[in-house]
């Protein structure tokens, strides 16, 4: 079991593992913290890391993902970790085992706010979760991400009986994806729909939008490859 373990720590390497052991030091903040002066700029750029392992493991038929070069990122400092947090981009995505965002965008601990729920609907509970990440922890970049393959969003545009408790889950994207026949164009539209949401229902979040605070965008991540692509 031990050398099984050590030749597959060894040929594979967990993508966030290798990130922490190869990468270099980054001067960090006097309070321990690591924020972008760009945050989407860092976001979209952690996924073309991912997406070029994602490519290099299809191509070689790779269980996971291995970074092939050094990741020159700065990482938060555990002690401050231990006390506080100052994420620099809040997610709200699809509860999909295969949708991570850390994963999805090879971050480390304390860089993001993630909010999931299947569907990545704007639930109550969800715009209260981006409030907090806003209002409180002063979160500059929300990104709300659909993804190929939704099973919740397909659950809405096919007509099979559910539980109750899954019918209230879908319903309020039942209303947003009607007439869709197309799965991907259902997902960027239910995506879309959340961030609408999100924005008509909170005065805190229009508030931070419109006074600059806060930037709202819309991310389609695509399984196949890996890519997340911004759509607003």
């Not at 026949?181 to 229009?206: C, D, K, P």
Request: with cysteine; net charge neutral; aromatic share 6%.
């Amino acid at each position: 079991m031990g050398i099984q373990r050590r030749q597959f720590l060894h040929s594979t390497g967990g993508m966030a593992l290798s990130a922490l052991i190869q990468a270099r030091p980054v001067d960090a903040a006097e309070d321990g913290f690591c924020v972008p002066d760009d945050p989407l700029q860092a976001l979209m750029a952690g996924n073309r890391r991912f997406a070029d392992a994602w490519r290099l493991a299809l191509q070689e038929n790779r269980a996971t993902l291995r970074t092939t070069d050094p990741d020159p990122r700065c990482f938060n400092s555990p002690r401050a970790l231990a006390t506080s947090q100052r994420p620099w981009a809040t997610v709200l995505t699809c509860s999909d085992s295969r949708v991570s965002p850390s994963w999805v965008f090879d971050t480390t601990p304390g860089d993001l706010f993630v909010i999931r729920n299947a569907g990545n609907s704007a639930f109550d509970e969800a715009i209260a979760s981006v409030e907090y990440s806003v209002s409180v922890l002063k979160t500059p970049l929300v990104m709300v991400m659909g993804h190929s393959g939704c099973g919740a969003v397909t659950a809405a545009m096919d007509d099979k009986p559910l539980t109750p408790s899954l019918e209230r889950l879908i319903h309020p994207i039942e209303e947003t994806i009607s007439g869709s026949s197309n799965l991907a164009e259902a997902v960027r539209r239910n995506a879309l729909a959340t961030a609408s949401t999100l924005i008509q229902r909170s005065s805190a979040l229009a508030e931070a939008k419109s006074s600059g605070a806060l930037k709202l965008v819309v991310g389609y991540f695509e399984l196949t490859t890996g890519v997340v692509t911004l759509i607003k």
